[in-house]
């Protein structure tokens, strides 16, 4: 038989043993463990005690249950304030290993933007695709056919001296214009043709506004009904949305062998309006590309019957146009890389 000081003597004992430990813990974790030891429903020490009111008189069970439940309650009340003590340090601990100093000042990192090459590149192609052109870009290493003479301008043809160019055998050559696209094309393709060609062309001719590999884009239509005033409406629209709406074009004579008219087609001064400026010279014009009406001999050459179809070609100088946006002088500095001048360049 139990009796009750003989309960309340053990309850004493437990207490003191919970209070020992549970101030040892060394975190919620261990006193978690701790407290599951006194007070889980089938281990715990102070839980046991209920196992003895078996063994206790009948008049002093509801003492004696009472008593342990007391103690019970004790010791959940106790376990609890240790432990939001400790949890509160481990939160403090916590707060501090994971401490950022914002003050600190970032690291930066440099973006990258588009060569400007490339960047006017693309938003020529941006502005022909919106006008149902499409890109083909062809190779840079070419055969003398597709680079002169399919474009009329056959051996000893006076007009091979306006481009100096780099041989790399008697009959392959790197391509000096953009134009030798134009005849793959037309080769392999049945009108209406509506193309887009750009690329690197070479030619030995090096100032400061020539360099031996510069970018060309070759424009080309062909279709039924095809005449200068389609080119010129076309390019009026591709000015406009390069330099800005007030932009005018004109066409003045010239010649190239594989158009006929031929054109060189200048812009209004983006600069002055048209009053006269360095930029212009004076003369209130900024030659930007040579065009023309697509010879004859060219689209016969090509398979295509001229009596039938006709057709459009520009090609313009891709490293001018950025020059003339952006206000460059001299075409070094669009191929030395220097960081200093590209990233003031960003469109
Ligand atoms: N290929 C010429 C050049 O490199 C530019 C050119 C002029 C292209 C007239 C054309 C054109 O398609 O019709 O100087």
Known sequence: MKDLSELQSQIESL????REHAEKAANSKGLYELKKSFLDSKQGKLSALMKEMAQVPAEQKANFGKAVNEAKQWALGFFEDIDSKLKEKEMKLRYESEKIDISMPAKMQKKGNLHPITTVRNQ???IFAGMGFSVYEGSEIEND???FTALNTPQDHPARDMQDTFYLSPEFLLRTQTSSGQIHVMENTKPPIKILSPGKVFRSDDD???SPM???MEGLVVDEGITLSDL???LDTFVKKVFGDETTTRLRPSYFPFTEPS???DVSCFECGGKGCRLCKGTG???ILGAGVVNKKVLENCGIDSSKYSGFAFGLGIERIAMLKYGINNIKMLFESDLRVLDQIDD
């Open 15 to 18: 207490k003191a043993e919970i």
């Open 124 to 126: 020529l192609i941006d």
């Open 145 to 147: 056919y597709y680079n």
């Open 208 to 210: 400061a506004t020539h």
């Open 214 to 216: 510069f970018t060309q």
């Open 232 to 234: 010129k409406g076309s």
């Open 263 to 265: 054109v060189e087609v």
């Open 285 to 287: 014009w900024i030659e």
